[in-house]
């Protein structure tokens, strides 16, 4: 199964990479040992006084530019030490927003590389100088269409997304197996008690205790809300045939590419409409769904 999964970061901020990475599940996988952290300051292989980690950018303009002498010192500390811990390998990804939009898949082929180490490198002001991202960089990485102050937040949520991944890191492993993405699709809706929240009420089907009209109103959810809102996600996929006959009775009554609100009649359950469920055995949350409002 091989040993934790290894990841340093270089950063001018590691307290909150770090701190950060304490939260919850991907602190809880830390303490399990599916995967450890050290971060590195660039500032402390700065070889001046004032610990210099930026200067002007050549050809004028705003802002500053980290420079690739500090840069390259803690990368090639960073590595050393994974080296010295039995990492047999290391990658080193530059988070950028110039970099190839991070996916699951992605995600998922890192995470299962547990023998390969990560250095993640995480920018600040106007960028790195691109010297030291080609001599030093295998790998960039985006985490999407917009510009955050620093890398430490796309490095944090890399590192996230893994750890998710890493067997043993959910209490129930069933959970990364069903969310977005997995299996090319959005997630289905989700919901829990009370059973009708501010005149809402959950779908009948999910009261039902069948399970397998459970997995095809759930299946039927998550195929409608890609549809509706990601339709590039379905045209990517190879649909099963329950799917395609899903897929045909969705296509007719939703609008690719708009969000829709409205409420779904559940395959060969019928519409839920405003519908009150008998309390009882059936109606805790385990059995939860989504409905319309009345
Ligand atoms: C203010 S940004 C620099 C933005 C850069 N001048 C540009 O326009 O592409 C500072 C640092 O934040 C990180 N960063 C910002 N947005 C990011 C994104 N969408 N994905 C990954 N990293 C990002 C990068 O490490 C970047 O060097």
Known sequence: MGGAKRIDVVTLFPAM???AAKV????????????????WNPRDCANDPHRTVDDRPYGGGPGMVMMAGPLAASLDLARRAQAGDGVSSTRTIHLTPA???????????????????LV????????????LVEREVDEEIAIGDFVVSGGELPALMLIDAIARQLPGALNDAQSAVEESFVAGLLDCPHYTRPERYEGVAVPEVLLSGNHEAIRRWRLEQALR??????PGLIEGRVLTKE?????????????PGRQSRKATSPPETG??????HPPGPTSGPNNAGRQEPT
Do not use: F, K, N
């Open 99 to 117: 970099g190839t939009p991070l996916s699951h898949a992605r995600v998922a082929e890192l995470a299962a590389r547990r023998d390969e180490g």
């Open 225 to 230: 809300r890609t549809w509706e809102r990601r």
């Open 120 to 131: 993640l490198l995480a920018g600040r002001y106007e960028g790195i100088d691109e010297r």
């Open 17 to 19: 990479v770090a701190e």
């Open 271 to 276: 519409t839920t409409s405003g519908r009150e």
């Open 243 to 255: 799917e395609q006959g899903m897929l045909a009775r969705i296509r007719g009554d939703a609008v």
């Open 24 to 39: 919850g599940v991907t602190g809880r996988a830390a303490e399990r040992g599916l995967w450890a952290l050290r971060c």
